[in-house]
């Protein structure tokens, strides 16, 4: 189209095309003698015979054909008067098939001739534009028309609507209407209310409502169809409030609401579960006189079935049914999937006969709606009794085979599923793609992968085109069972056949490379689905801000929670509690208050699952009051606390040794039949053990193990810990012994508070005793188990074998701390090594540790005593400093 703008007076200047428009104006208004020449110019127009023109239009169109536009095309065209003949020109127009190459002639017509074309040929160019759907040089086209004091004539505005609608383009239609209003034009009545059929099927309200009411502005009476039409829209768009408003206006302009728009009220109220509001619109056509037909009984009926007030479902059906010959076939349908859907069977059955008795062959739609209940709740065996009954009444379809495929594949009888495939095969009904979709994700589920693939790979050869969601649980199966090259080859194989992947399966593509540790490809294919211009969905937006999180990257996790608000999405409560959860995890819980009061002011309402995050929040960063009342607000808000709540708020009040308090929750958990687990018994016995309420903690042990709950290491090591601190040594070694006849493998932290309790009692011998089986076991010990056994083994004389520990510890790689040093060189200086104690004194000073008073008066006496007086002097002279630096605090 750009070649075409250079062309013609049109496009020279502004200027130029006023100057123009006006002087065609000027002769219009004039009774000079170019006024009466162009008169009689029209006069013979109109009286020349067409079909003298048809030679000069086919003649022309041939020029047109001939080539490509230029000169030599244009010479060909100028030996035609185009001037004197303009219905020649626009059966031109009208024969012209390329929107593109009508615009050109156009153009040059406009510019060869001099003159303003007629309103005819603008309004035959543009039913040229709709038909070919070429709607680019539509508002200048506009334009130039209202200089010329021309409008688009009804025709060719709907016919421009229409092409518009059928290219998607409501919202262009939209605009088109809104630049023939500022351009005065009065776009045709049935533009409008084909524009606002079409706005409403695409869930387009605001602008379907825009013009609506432009429509009134200039003059339109509005139906009562199209008050039904809107009200329709905003009602099934939740936005009662606007819908009741339309009504209300309705009732204003004096227009009666006729059975049709009440039907519509009841249904669409009725959906988004204003069910009194149905029923006030039920009893009111009935007040203004209009008789409810089958539609308005069945609708009401179906409406109340939803909601599971099935007693003035039936008394309605009843009232329907009373005296009828015969019987509303869909009445009895929808009364059928409500009892079923309730689980009254039964009363399914009695009906299902009750159709029989009035002389109605239940349908295969009856039946269909029948065993889609009972594949809702489950029942297989039922199911397949039906089917076969079912055979005597209505032939199966397509639909009742899927029904059927999916119970069984659900409940595991693939076998089943595979022979009812072959008998609808025998039938003639082959699979569709939704059969094949129901099999192929069931299959993948059941990680029954292989026989998946084949069947996908069989389906275009019975003529089934694999679709969107056919990949997308094939990919996801792949991606689950770790078969992730598969996966992602098959998501290559879908974009070459053209199927443009969704956020969903990227998710899945997301979710599974993080899960088997593949996080480079898991940022690779977010980045990808970028690139490809796919826009994320908040459930992609959650999985992967949960994967980052899990892999520890917290930073990115974070920066995701703030990429969902950029991508406009709102975060959800879901969205919260994958923050809280990781940020908990990475130590900083602090932040869950700030969290927990953003999501209020958001307004997202707490789930289950979003007050136990919070609650553990709260719990780790030491709020413990504040999630005691979150544990409260729970049981008003109507969410029952589950065994992670209790867990988590037990946990917290033991670890602040509010002991009573946690016991108070653990029972009131008990008298509410929650299943307690081995975390919340254990939080308990570490909570009385470390106070020194020995006998609750094993009290508490007793019971677990009465509950049938076996403690796990860490219950174990709580017990010891307790024992070993209050200096029940034996009980402990007699608790050690029973953890290992109970198949329970100690860890290091067990053996290390063994170690550390022995050493403790100054039984060092026993705590090495435990260290050499520690070694057996394979368990390398920590650097405080390192640092205990060097100390004890130094303190009972054993200064070789600690020595030896000691240089092992550092090869190793190990770091000494202060208190294993200060241990060794008390321990050598002992054991007469004064040279070997000077030697760890010097590292330790070395490495930036301090060496304690003690430690420097054992040493400078050993030193002293094997005449080392060198380095007895700098250790005395440590010593002077330790004891002004002590001195200057003291005064401070």
């Known amino acids: 189209m750009e070649r075409f703008l250079c062309r013609g007076l049109v496009f020279s200047s502004n200027h130029n095309l006023r100057s123009l428009y006006s002087s065609s104006r000027g002769f219009t208004s004039s009774s000079s003698g170019g006024f009466d020449s162009i008169e009689k110019g029209r006069s013979y127009t109109e009286q020349t015979d067409k079909d003298s023109l048809k030679p000069i239009v086919n003649d022309v169109c041939r020029i ?23 219905q020649c020109m626009v059966g031109v127009l009208r024969m012209q098939k390329d929107p593109g190459l009508a615009l050109t002639y156009f153009r040059w017509v406009e510019k060869s001739a001099g003159t303003v074309h007629s309103q005819e040929a603008y309004n035959t160019l543009l039913m040229i534009m709709a038909s070919g759907n070429k709607h680019d040089n539509l508002d200048q086209v506009l334009e130039e028309m209202s200089l010329a004091g021309y409008g688009p004539s009804n025709t060719a505005c709907i016919a421009l609507v229409t092409s518009l609608i059928k290219s998607k383009k409501l919202t262009k239609a939209f605009d088109l209407i809104q630049t023939m209003r500022k351009l005065k034009f009065r776009p045709a009545f049935s533009a409008y209310t084909t524009l606002i059929g079409a706005l409403a099927d695409a869930h387009e309200p605001n602008m379907a409502l825009t013009m609506f009411h432009q429509m009134q502005e200039i003059g339109y009476e509005v139906s009562v169809q199209l008050f039904t039409t809107l009200v329709r829209i905003f009602a099934k768009d939740g936005r009662l409030d606007a819908a009741l408003s339309l009504l209300e206006e309705m009732k204003s302009n004096s227009i009666d609401a006729d059975l049709v728009l009440y039907n519509v009220c009841i249904d669409c109220f009725g959906k988004v579960g204003k069910v009194d509001m149905a029923w006030k619109f039920f009893h009111e056509m009935k007040a203004q006189g209009l008789k409810p037909d089958d539609v308005t009984y069945t609708t009401m009926i179906g409406v109340l079935c939803k909601v599971n007030r099935l ?44 159709l029989r008795e009035k002389g109605c062959i239940p349908s295969v739609i009856t039946y269909n709606s029948i065993l889609t209940c009972l594949r809702k709740k489950g029942r297989v065996d039922e199911a397949c009794k039906l089917f076969e009954e079912m055979k005597k009444d209505a032939e199966p379809n397509l639909t009742t085979y899927n029904i059927l495929i999916d119970m069984l594949c659900r409940s595991g009888r693939l076998e089943m599923t595979y022979d009812l495939r072959d008998s609808m095969e025998t039938l003639g009904l082959f699979p569709n793609v939704q059969t094949v979709n129901i099999m192929i994700d069931r299959l993948c589920k059941a990680q029954r992968l292989n026989e998946a693939c084949q069947i996908f790979e069989s389906m275009e050869k019975k003529g089934c085109k694999p679709d969107r969601v056919t990949f997308c649980s094939l990919i996801d199966g792949l991606g689950r069972e770790g078969k992730l090259d598969e996966a992602y080859s098959l998501y ?26 593949r996080k480079e490809d898991g940022h690779k294919v977010f980045k990808e689905m970028t690139r490809r211009g796919c826009n994320p969905d908040l459930t992609l937006m959650n999985t992967y801000m949960d994967c980052v999180f899990k892999m520890g990257e917290v930073e990115k996790g974070r920066a995701l929670f703030e990429e969902i608000k950029a991508q406009a999405l709102v975060p959800d409560v879901q969205s919260y509690s994958i923050l809280v959860h990781g940020l908990i995890k990475a130590g900083f819980a602090k932040e869950t208050y700030h969290l927990f009061y953003a999501m209020k002011k958001q307004g997202c309402v707490l789930d289950t ?33 589950t065994v992670v709540t209790y867990g988590s708020v037990i946990d917290g009040l033991a670890k602040i040794d509010r002991l009573d308090e946690a016991y108070m929750l653990f029972e009131e958990a008990k008298a509410k039949g929650i299943q307690l687990n081995v975390i919340i018994y254990s939080s308990l016995i570490d909570g009385f053990g470390k106070v020194g309420r020995i006998d609750e903690a094993y009290l508490i042990m007793e019971e677990m193990m009465q509950k049938g709950l076996t403690p796990n290491v860490y219950t174990w090591n709580c017990l010891l810990d307790a024992l070993m601190k209050a200096d029940e040594i034996n009980e402990a070694l007699v608790c050690f012994n029973s953890m290992k006849d109970l198949k329970c493998t100690p860890n290091v932290v067990t053996y290390s508070i063994l170690i550390n309790g022995l050493c403790r009692a100054r039984k060092f011998n026993k705590a090495f005793v435990f260290w050499q089986e520690m070694q057996k076991q394979g368990l390398s010990p920590s650097v405080i188990t390192y640092t205990t056994m060097i100390s004890g083994l130094a303190k009972a004389g054993n200064v070789v074998e600690a020595n030896g520990l000691f240089q092992k510890f550092k090869e190793k790689g190990g770091v000494p701390d202060s208190a294993s040093y200060n241990a060794l060189i008390s321990g050598l200086s002992n054991a007469d090594k004064a040279l070997d104690a000077y030697r760890i004194f010097e590292e330790t000073r070395m490495r930036g540790c301090s060496v304690n008073v003690k430690s420097c008066v054992v040493l400078l006496e050993a030193l002293q005593r094997t005449e080392n007086l060198e380095q007895a002097a700098i250790v005395g ?4 400093e330790a004891a002004k630096s002590q001195h200057a605090t003291k005064s401070l």
């Open 64 to 86: 047109l054909e001939s080539g490509k536009w230029g000169p030599d095309l244009e010479a060909s065209l100028s030996s035609f008067d185009h001037k004197s003949q303009t």
């Open 311 to 354: 007693d003035e479902a039936v008394e309605l059906f009843e009232q329907m049914d009373h005296g009828r010959h015969v019987p509303c076939a869909y009445a009895y349908n929808t009364m059928i999937m409500g009892y079923g859907s309730a689980g009254k069977f039964d009363e399914v059955y009695k009906l299902l006969e009750k």
């Open 492 to 517: 290559e194989r879908m974009l070459d056949l053209g199927e443009g992947p969704n956020a969903v399966v990227y998710t899945s593509l997301i979710r599974n490379f993080f899960k088997w540790g």
């Open 609 to 641: 699952l979003a007050y136990n995050t919070v609650i553990d929040g709260f719990c780790k960063s030491g709020k413990v009051n504040k999630a005691y009342q979150l544990l409260e607000e729970m049981k008003t808000k109507g969410y029952p606390p």
């Open 877 to 880: 002279a440590v010593l002077r």
